[in-house]
């Protein structure tokens, strides 16, 4: 009983223990079974979880089978029967334990896993009700005990015959005697069994009934003892007669009692059968809610804002009297309201019947506010149409100000429906980031009104979500979070008049300081934003903190109130505890929807606990009540419930991870106020807020780790482990560039590096918050390892080398030495190999992939029409694309032949970046159309033709830069060749040195050789693989030989012997590279690639309208299809698989059948570079030319991947016939492709979810998953699309519609076959791979001494090279902090004296400054001003920079001069801007004469003759109206043309000059370098005949009256500005602008019309 007593809690009866144990097994039991239940819907292997569950449920039930015989042979020896039924439960449940235990066993061992899963659910099942049986029996036989203890009192009694007393005293005195101590003894168990009674009345109602029965046996005794007296006294018999009546009487009720109490023991077995369902119906709930739809509140709320906004340019516009414009913003009023009522409708779907969040008023209420949208809405669209058309009628307009009214107030009853706080808050956000965007655009665009517009748009916004944080910071508990609010808040505030003041000195001066200080503000204010949202919402975590500690607060004054009596209060606390109990339910099953399968059966299984604790709870603080607070037995359990409850809280908020979420947060909220502080030069500030991030990091980290420890989640317990340690390095790291900043403020690099680490902290802790948030592109520098996850890095790696090494040598020459075998264990495993650094291939394939992904996201938020999610994935691209531009260049410079690409893959990449600089920010505005109007298929072809076109670069790229194992063979084993070549001269020469340097370069081409070969061989047939690897280890064992045979060769170089020997060893080295050549098939899976590229280049070039490049891809194409043909016949002959035989010859048919047809249409699209359909007819060719080429790749290496591929490719090449066989209106042709893209498509699917069950990579698993759904449903879609096309073949809009949709399905192809892709293997894997190989050659005993020394000494010495890491001390650099922070003394943050009315003031009369320039000067001046936008991207050391803005500067000194009459002045700044365009010209004669490309020479070189001939027109009218007397209207009309299309032309030769050295076109050697802007030229302000990249997309710019895209607002103020467009901004798209865009004719003012073809921002001329 001891071990029971203790398991229990220390109760105080046997009940009490026996309902305890009841209790935990029931709740631990049901979690095992829950464990038992996940593990057997996934058929997986036993985890080392399980088996503490099965051992705790074994050792309990021994337990309880010792302690029942015991108590069996003690406690119940005087009753025979219930011994018996003790003991047998107690042998049934020592056999279904046996049975248990024996499920458990096979489990381990079994072939067939899922039935041994059922048999151990089975058995487990049965163990327990046995064990419940035998608790019942135990607990039954102390009620059975006193049950007989009645019965045999009651024969006693029958016993006793007061006529005895005057017959047969001396037994009559026995009878009575026995009869009375019977009625005692059964009182006194009566007692004890009051004792263990839960029922307070059946307490009361025992030890009553204890007492009768001792004062009737008293009585009893007493009234026989006078009858023994009186012995015919018929009164004393009488008495005697009553007194076993009542004695009757008292034991009868008691045996009722009895039997009654208690009786909830005896459905523990149901209970726990019960219990077990609960779960299993809860995970079942649980799994459907984490399954259901996401909410659009947050997407309703911010339409809604999108809509007033536009509601209001509206009214501005009719101010203006801007008719056009006005007629812009009622087109998207209407587009934002069909937008809102289409998501309050997919809104109610998530409430109606069959939803996942079921709710019949909420359905209606959404259903009605939708109709209410649609009903209005035709009304004010009549209002503002007549107010458009009558813009002097008052009527009209106070007609409008009436639709506009009932028009919001159905939005706001749209938006009372669904607003929350986060959602709230985050629409806000939303709203305002994308207002500052078009601020800042319009701001650099120079147009004054759309930055007064936008000022007004934000300072608005702003107020709003400062309104909102402020709120939901006065609803939150935490004091800490509560203040970090509130901070953020007071520093959003302070920093939008810095945006508004960059913004007006922007328009201003767009000086490259003023505009850089714009971004720098603007950047600024949008990252508080993005943390206002990250601290200011509510996570469930937190919500769930809370709502434990009003658990604990209710439970305790429910207690402290029954302790009272107080009734009434125990009753509302009883509501308030349910009600509370239900919200941390909801918010722990949605915690649990996100975590994995076993957590969620503990969470819900301790929630069912939870229930069960406070429905007792409740129940003895009733009692306890009721008894006035005097029961102490209710008062005791009350307490014990309080004490479970805050136990089982406490378990639940570990299982959640709750506190880890909280603590996190509060660390990223002090990481932004630190960010904060950093870019205020808040010294005082920044140290407080370091200070709390280091302590709140030794709190953070112990939650960390024990989350790690508890998750079973292999891939989440590493990221955890290896996060926490990441932080643990960037935190010093990040105080001591700190310090770096404050002892040097001006330290813009250690600014940004802090700005870098923190930005970087934050997102690790978003991951620790929640695994969906994980950022797999950070770079990790340490990992953990084991339990403890200590540190590792370089410092660690090489102080581990002396002990490595010294094993590796003992090793050597004893492999079965078990000591060295065991230290060399020990070493691997503990080796951090995430110290070790990739090479510049390695970043480049990375950065490649993440930029495929950037792409693809963008892609994905326009098809759902998202424009904030297109500017957070362009940005996204942005940046991944200048890293990998700074990688690729690297590359190009790297000194390592390995790698470095010859001249032909240099040009390729550069090509590639120049290309992709053009087309990125092309991608984005067409990616801005779509996402403004989704419907638009016109849009999406052409957004996905744009796509294509950035993938097929990306491919050239990946080619030229990375290429594939077999392309790097190719590279490594020309450069070994190449080394042995100059090894044979040096050996022959006697040339010692010169034989050690190319010793080094053939050890190093040989290692790159020999790992690329690996994995070449990986995916082969056994044999191949044996045969690859077996060469492998070949070539490297000789390596020794040959360095021994060369230096002594080359030391004695007259000794015959010697060098034959060297010679020999060089022979036998090339010889085996040959013999990996023909093993690898490098050769011809190489060349497949090349064409593949040389396909994409072809394309790329000729759509360009490039013929030289073009004529030179198809020559190149031609000669690597040769080759392919020579190395596919040669496989072919050494091949002895038939299949492989056919597949590779008919592929080759194709091929050549495939090839002339190609060309035929590379010629048709030269011929007519504007033909469309001419360009798509060459997209299907090449498409149709990939797939035979994919099919070769994957006969010749069979890897899951490459068969994927060449799937893909050949479901890519018939849908491009089957676009053509539409277009044609072909439709018998269009049937038969329809079947086979279904064959195809069946099996590209198939592939894609068979490879998703092999890999590891959880993202690449949801990628194959989700794509190949996606696949599926598009391919379902296809055919009537197919069809309607193919029956109507001169239907633009169904050919468009097909095109588009075939895109897509192209689009999910292309994702299936990148994430089924294994990631490039880096230096690290390679070290990992290597040695691997060593430990696997050190256990089994088979080592080749010198090779297995040599591997040891490579990996060594690789890791001694690395440089040191050692980490700053944290206290040290906190210190430092403090002293710093200390010197510079208290700072505070600077404020913007003007308030925000002053600097909207401003900015309108700037706007109205800088709009429509009226006057002479005035115009001159806009002239000047677009010279000086147009230099703005210019090196400041740059002569052609220098001219342009003295010409800039000489005609602004032209238009003040003009402005205040001074007429010398007019003559000497025409005089000055004529020899400033003279000296241009002579910097510009000598670049456009050197120009490579004929077509921007003959660009330039008329560009810079008219911008001379101009030069003299302008000195001589200059001269005209400086001598005239009073206004000369013709002269002013004159030099205002001239000076426009001076600039035009000077912006011609500025748009030469970029294309020229951004695509290497000068003879000197190239060298490719980025343009200062982001990697774009500027764009034109004055208009370009140019299609380079200066130059806007095609169609892009548009008339000024041209309308919104159906369906969707237009975008309005610019490219990065989603909302409607005003001003031609490049890539703008229909645009209703203020400003003509280029191609609309004359601006105002008159002049010419700029030249057709480039954008003109802001203003035409």
């Not at 209420?365 to 109709?371: D, F, G, I, W």
């Not at 903190?545 to 009734?567: H, L, P, S, W």
């Not at 979810?1249 to 449903?1273: E, N, V, W």
Request: hydrophobic fraction near 35%; aromatic fraction near 2%.
């Amino acid at each position: 009983l001891a071990v029971a007593h203790k398991m229990s809690g220390e109760p105080n009866t046997v009940s009490q223990i026996v309902e305890r144990i009841i209790e935990t097994m029931s709740d631990s039991v049901s979690q095992l079974m829950m464990l038992l239940v996940v593990y057997q819907e996934r058929n997986a292997e036993p985890q080392p979880s399980l088996k503490g569950g099965i051992d705790m449920v074994q050792n309990t039930a021994d337990t309880l089978h010792n302690v029942a015989n015991h108590m069996a042979a003690n406690e119940f020896g005087e009753y025979p029967d219930i011994r018996r039924k003790i003991e047998d439960a107690s042998a049934i449940l020592k056999v279904k334990s046996k049975e248990f235990q024996d499920s458990y066993q096979s489990l381990l061992v079994t072939q067939n896993r899922a039935q041994s899963w059922s048999q151990l659910v089975e058995a487990t099942k049965e163990m327990l009700r046995k064990t419940v049986e035998l608790l019942q029996v135990v607990y039954g036989a102390e009620r059975e005990r006193v049950i007989e203890a009645a019965r045999r009192a009651l024969e006693a009694m029958n016993g006793v015959h007061p006529d005895g007393a005057q017959s047969n005293p001396r037994d009559f005195t026995q009878d009575v005697s026995r009869a009375a101590t019977q009625a005692n003894q059964l009182a006194e168990m009566v007692r004890g069994k009051a004792d263990d009674a839960s029922n307070p009345q059946q307490r009361r109602q025992l030890n009553e009934l204890a007492s009768e029965l001792n004062s009737e046996s008293k009585r009893l005794i007493d009234d026989a003892n006078l009858l023994l007296r009186d012995r015919t006294n018929p009164q004393l018999i009488g008495k005697v007669e009553d007194d076993l009546a009542s004695l009757n009487d008292s034991i009868g009720r008691t045996q009722r009692v009895l039997n009654d109490m208690n009786r909830e023991l005896d459905s523990a077995g149901s209970s726990f059968d019960s219990k077990a369902e609960q779960l299993r119906r809860n995970l079942e709930e649980l799994e459907v809610s984490s399954n259901s739809k996401p909410s659009f509140d947050q997407d309703i709320l911010y339409l809604a804002k999108k809509e007033r906004a536009e509601m209001d340019f509206l009214q501005e516009d009719l101010d203006e009297g801007d008719q056009d414009a006005a007629a812009q913003s009622l087109d998207n009023v209407k587009a934002y309201n069909d937008q809102l009522a289409r998501l309050a409708r997919k809104e109610a779907d998530r409430y109606a019947p069959n939803g996942s969040s079921p709710d019949p008023q909420m359905h209606q209420n959404l259903l009605n506010a939708a109709r209410q949208l649609d009903a209005v809405l035709p009304q004010y669209m009549s209002a503002g149409k007549g107010a458009i058309q009558r813009p002097d009628d008052d009527n009209a307009r106070n007609n409008l100000d009436q639709k506009q009214e009932i028009l919001q107030r159905a939005i706001d009853d749209l938006t009372a429906l669904v607003s929350n706080p986060n959602a709230e808050i985050n629409a806000s956000a939303r709203k305002e980031l994308e207002d500052l965007d078009a601020l800042r655009n319009a701001a650099r665009e120079g147009d004054g009104p759309m930055v007064s517009r936008y000022a007004k748009q934000a300072v608005q916004e702003n107020n709003i979500l400062n309104d909102l944080a402020r709120n939901a910071a006065h609803n939150r508990q935490d004091p800490v979070v509560r203040e970090q609010i509130l901070e953020a808040c007071d520093e959003l505030q302070r920093l939008l008049p810095h945006e508004l003041l960059a913004a007006k000195n922007a328009l201003e001066d767009p000086s490259p300081q003023n505009l850089n200080q714009l971004d720098s503000s603007t950047e600024q204010l949008k990252d508080q934003i993005h943390a206002i949202v990250d601290i200011s919402t509510t996570r469930p975590e937190t919500e769930l903190i809370a709502a434990c500690d009003r658990e604990r607060a209710i439970v305790e004054k429910m207690k402290n109130d029954a302790n009272r009596g107080d009734g009434a209060s125990v009753l509302r606390d009883h509501d308030d505890l349910l009600q509370n109990t239900d919200l941390i339910r909801d918010l722990s099953k949605e915690i649990a929807a996100k975590k994995e399968r076993p957590r969620q059966a503990q969470i819900v299984a301790t929630l069912n606990k939870l229930d069960d604790q406070v429905a007792k709870a409740n129940q003895h603080a009733k009692v306890l009540a009721d008894s006035r607070g005097q029961d102490p037995a209710a008062r005791s359990a009350l307490l014990a419930d309080q004490q479970q409850i805050a136990k089982t809280l406490e378990e639940l908020l570990d299982l959640t991870d709750a506190n880890l979420v909280a603590e996190s947060m509060r660390q990223k909220g002090d990481l932004h106020n630190m960010r904060g502080a950093l870019d205020a030069g808040d010294s005082s500030s920044l140290a407080e807020n370091a200070q709390s991030i280091a302590q709140r990091h030794s709190t953070l980290v112990p939650l960390a780790r024990a989350a790690a420890a508890r998750s079973e989640d292999p891939l989440r317990k590493k990221q955890l482990l290896e996060d926490i340690e990441e932080l643990d390095r960037l935190l010093p790291e990040t105080i001591a560039q700190s310090n770096r900043y404050l002892q040097n403020p001006n330290d813009e690099e250690a600014r940004r590096s802090v700005r870098q680490s923190i930005a970087t902290m934050s997102d690790l802790l978003s991951g620790i918050c929640d695994p969906a948030e994980y950022n797999p592109n950070i770079q990790r520098h340490s990992s953990a390892h084991g339990a403890n996850g200590n540190n590792g890095g370089a410092d660690r790696l090489k102080s581990m080398m002396p002990d490595f090494l010294n094993a590796a040598r003992r090793l050597s020459t004893n492999p079965a030495d078990p000591l060295a075998q065991r230290q060399m264990q020990d070493s691997f495993d503990a080796m951090d190999f995430g110290a070790l650094a990739s090479n510049d291939q390695d970043k480049v394939a990375n950065l490649l992939n993440q930029e495929r992904s950037a792409l693809d996201e963008m892609l994905r938020a326009a098809d759902r029409g998202d424009a904030a999610g297109v500017n957070a994935a362009y940005d996204k691209l942005q940046k991944v694309h200048k890293d990998l531009a700074a990688a690729a260049q690297n590359l190009i410079n790297s000194d390592d032949p390995t790698i470095r690409p010859d001249e032909r893959r240099r040009q390729d990449i550069l090509d590639s970046l120049q290309a992709l600089d053009r087309l990125l920010p092309q991608a984005h505005q067409q990616a801005l159309g779509v996402a403004a109007n989704p419907s638009d298929n016109n849009a999406r072809a052409q957004l996905y033709n744009t796509a294509d076109q950035i993938r097929k670069n990306f491919d050239v790229l990946d080619a030229a830069a990375v290429g594939v194992p077999e392309t790097r063979i190719l590279q490594a084993a020309q450069a070994e060749k190449d080394a042995l070549d100059r090894l044979r001269n040096a050996v022959r020469a006697g040339d010692v040195a010169g034989a050690e340097r190319a010793l080094e370069d053939v050890k190093h081409a040989n290692e790159v050789l020999c790992d690329e070969s690996r994995v070449a061989g990986q995916f082969r047939d056994p044999a191949s693989s044996q045969r690859i690897l077996d060469t492998v280890a070949a070539l490297e064992s000789l390596m020794p030989v040959l360095a021994q045979d060369s230096r002594a060769a080359a030391s004695r170089p007259a000794d015959t012997l010697a060098q034959r020997k060297a010679l020999a060893d060089c022979d036998q080295c090339e010889a085996l590279i040959n013999q990996l050549l023909d093993d690898t098939k490098a050769n011809a899976i190489a060349l497949a690639h090349q064409e593949i590229a040389d396909l994409d280049k072809l394309d790329k070039h000729a759509k360009a309208g490039d013929a030289a490049a073009a004529a030179a891809d198809v020559n190149h194409l031609v000669d690597v299809h040769k080759s392919l043909q020579k190395a596919i016949t040669d496989e072919i002959a050494r091949s002895n698989d038939p299949r492989a035989k056919d597949n590779l010859q008919g592929a080759l048919n194709e091929l050549n059948s495939l090839m002339r047809p190609h060309i035929e249409k590379t010629k048709a699209v030269m011929l007519n570079p504007h033909d469309q359909k001419a360009k798509d007819a060459l997209t299907s060719s090449t498409a149709a030319m990939k797939a035979p080429l994919a099919q070769i790749i994957a006969t010749l290496k069979p890897s899951p991947e490459n068969v994927i591929g060449a799937t893909g490719e050949r479901e890519k090449s018939l849908l491009g016939q089957l676009r053509e066989a539409a277009g044609r209106g072909d439709q018998p042709q269009t049937e038969k492709l329809l079947a086979d893209v279904a064959v195809v498509n069946n099996k590209m699917t198939q592939l894609a979810r068979d490879q998703a069950g092999r890999i590891a990579d959880p993202a690449s698993q949801k990628q194959l998953l989700d794509s190949a759904q996606q696949l599926d449903q598009l391919h379902q879609e296809l055919p009537p699309i197919a069809r309607a096309a193919a029956a109507n073949p001169g239907d633009a809009r169904a050919q468009s519609k097909l095109a588009a949709h075939t895109a897509k399905m192209e689009n999910a192809i292309d994702m299936i076959t990148k994430a089924s892709r294994p990631p490039p293997e880096s230096e690290t894997a390679k070290i990992k791979r290597l040695s691997a190989a060593l430990l696997r050659q050190s256990k089994s005993g088979r080592i080749d001494s010198a090779r297995f020394l040599s591997a040891a000494q490579t990996l060594a010495g690789y890791i001694n090279g690395l440089p040191t890491d050692g980490p700053a001390d944290l206290d040290s650099e906190l210190r430092k902090l403090q002293e710093n922070a200390a010197r510079q003394g208290r700072t505070s943050r600077v404020v913007v004296s003007s308030s925000l009315d002053q600097l909207l003031g401003f900015l309108k009369d700037i706007g109205k400054d800088t709009h429509d320039p009226k006057t002479f000067d005035e115009m001159i001046q806009a002239v000047a001003n677009d010279i000086n936008k147009t230099a703005r991207y210019g090196d400041d050391s740059d002569p052609v920079t220098i001219h342009t803005r003295n010409i800039a500067l000489a005609l602004s000194q032209l238009a003040e001069a003009a402005k205040t009459g001074r007429r010398q002045e007019m003559i000497q700044a025409g005089r000055d801007a004529a020899q400033h365009i003279n000296l241009l010209y002579q910097t510009l004669l000598p670049l456009a004469n050197q120009c490579q490309d004929p077509r921007t020479k003959d660009r330039l070189l008329r560009a810079i003759q008219a911008m001379k001939n101009y030069s003299t027109q302008l000195k001589i009218l200059t001269a005209v109206k400086a001598g005239s007397s009073g206004q000369d209207a013709d002269t002013e009309d004159q030099l205002v043309s001239v000076a426009r299309s001076l600039g035009s032309n000077l912006a011609e030769s500025l748009s030469c000059v970029y294309t020229i050295k951004g695509g290497k076109l000068l003879d000197s050697k190239p060298s490719y370098s980025r343009p200062s802007a982001g990697g774009r030229a500027p764009p034109s302000a004055f208009g370009s005949s140019s299609s380079s990249s200066s130059a806007a997309p095609r169609g892009a710019p548009a008339p000024r009256v041209a309308p919104a895209p159906r369906g969707g607002p237009a975008p309005r103020g610019g490219a990065a500005a989603p909302g409607p467009a005003r001003g031609g901004a490049v890539g703008a798209g229909p645009a209703a602008g203020r400003g003509a865009a280029v191609g609309a004719g004359p601006a105002r003012g008159g002049g010419p019309a700029p030249v057709r073809g480039a954008a003109t921002r802001g203003r035409g001329f």
